[in-house]
């Protein structure tokens, strides 16, 4: 399979406390794209970043890439209970348009 | 913004009827895709489609077809709906390289 897997499958944190997703992936990458879906919705697009990069940040989110580990993390700072989501990981694949997901990390965010 | 819109929020059909489902984009992209999603499973593609009238199979294209006969509509049938097929149906627009945008999803039951 060449989808990404995130790790761990279930995360439940206080509110204020900082989230970690981790995902790995098996092949080469142009891209790696974050989504989060919000119970019972489609997926809402996070954040990209290039293979030739490192580090990304966007408002309280932050992902890196080591593609010599093929993994990558997003970081959500200061948590909320809007962050309560499911978020996926997307490697954008060499030489693919598709993208494959995988199964998600579920965050709940307690108040 | 780019729009990606499902036709149906909820279906519900009977087995043996032929169902579609419908999604429009609005930023004349080339690529659509229809997923599935079920608990467990995470997303699945169904089919993806990277023009007019031109379809690949993604990896479940069993007891689905689809159709593209114009550049923002892309539909799903399910030639003859199973209960199996009781799921989640999300269609996504966009590219690789810059992200998709899903639709808000069909919640398709079978019975």
């Known amino acids: 399979s060449q989808q990404g897997e995130e790790d761990p499958q279930a995360l439940s944190i206080q509110e204020g406390e900082n989230a970690t997703m981790n995902c790995s992936y098996k092949?080469?990458?142009?891209?790696l794209q974050w989504y989060r879906q919000n119970s019972g919705r489609g997926l809402v697009h996070l954040i990209l970043?290039?293979?030739?990069?490192r580090e990304k940040h966007s408002g309280r989110l932050r992902v890196t890439l080591d593609t010599s580990k093929k993994s990558s993390s997003l970081l959500i700072t200061a948590s909320r209970a809007a962050d309560t989501a499911s978020y996926f990981c997307?490697?954008?694949?060499?030489?693919?348009?598709?993208?494959?997901f995988g199964q998600g990390t579920r965050l709940t965010i307690n108040p | 913004d780019v729009k990606v819109t499902q036709s149906s929020r909820y279906l519900v059909k009977r087995t043996g009827e032929k169902v579609f489902l419908e999604c429009v984009q609005d930023?004349?992209?080339?690529?659509m895709f229809w997923y599935r999603q079920d608990p467990g499973l995470g997303l699945r593609l169904i089919y993806f489609?990277?023009?007019?009238?031109?379809?690949e199979k993604g990896d479940i294209p069993e007891g689905y077809s689809v159709s593209r006969e114009k550049k923002e509509r892309f539909s799903l049938i399910l030639e003859s709906a199973s209960t199996n097929q009781t799921s989640m149906y999300l269609c996504?627009?966009?590219?690789?390289?810059?992200?998709?945008?899903f639709g808000s999803g069909t919640r398709l039951t079978v019975v």
């Open positions: 970043i290039r293979s030739n990069e």
């Open positions: 489609s990277y023009d007019v009238k031109m379809k």
């Open positions: 996504a627009s966009g590219y690789r390289d810059y992200g998709y945008t």
């Open positions: 930023m004349d992209h080339e690529n």
């Open positions: 997307a490697p954008g694949l060499q030489g693919a348009q598709k993208l494959v």
């Open positions: 092949t080469s990458i142009n891209n």
